[in-house]
């Protein structure tokens, strides 16, 4: 399972639009509040979460995904329970997406070191020795990042490419018209 989290003031393009396309591919993913089951993002949009997190959800990860915006990036960096899944993810070598301003989260754990990343250019001092690209997404090990809202599409296929292999990738984005 998929875990996205979502915390007041995350960037909603980023949210939504990863777990609509990881549900097209037939990977499953739960959305879950950081402290709420209906979360406001930076726009002012409100997103119903399937669930609020909780630590239950710690034992059966596939991977995460943390979408960016501001202030949410910093609700997620706050959160026990994020960081909890994030320890499990580097524990058991589970996927950890992060876009625009959420790579930050992982740099500021030394999670990037040495690894090829992108983010928001407002981020990338919190990179914490990234080797940074300019690419819409980037993909190291089990760490996927993406550059900010435009590249939301583009982040979320590297994640079903990344699960489900490139082919499924391929459908998807013909399915949707990306090509």
């Not at 981020?123 to 990234?130: C, M, Q, Y």
Request: proline share 3%.
């Amino acid at each position: 399972m998929f875990y996205a989290f979502y915390a007041q003031g995350c960037e909603e393009i980023e949210a939504v639009t990863s777990v609509d396309v990881l549900r097209r591919a037939g990977i499953s993913v739960k959305t879950l509040g950081i402290g709420a089951k209906t979360v406001f993002g930076s726009h002012g949009i409100g997103i119903v979460c399937d669930e609020i997190a909780d630590l239950r959800f710690i034992n059966d990860i596939d991977g995460i995904i943390l979408p960016g915006g501001m202030p949410g990036t910093l609700n997620l960096e706050a959160s026990p329970i994020v960081s909890s899944a994030i320890d499990y993810c580097v524990k058991h070598n589970k996927f950890i997406c992060a876009i625009c301003a959420a790579p930050s989260i992982l740099g500021h754990r030394g999670l990037l070191k040495d690894k090829i990343a992108t983010c928001y250019p407002d981020s990338e001092n919190a990179s914490f020795g990234a080797r940074l690209t300019d690419d819409q997404v980037a993909r190291d090990g089990n760490i996927i990042t993406g550059k900010g809202p435009g590249a939301s599409i583009e982040f979320a296929l590297k994640i079903v490419e990344s699960v489900k292999g490139a082919e499924a990738a391929r459908r998807i984005r013909v399915s949707m018209k990306c090509q």
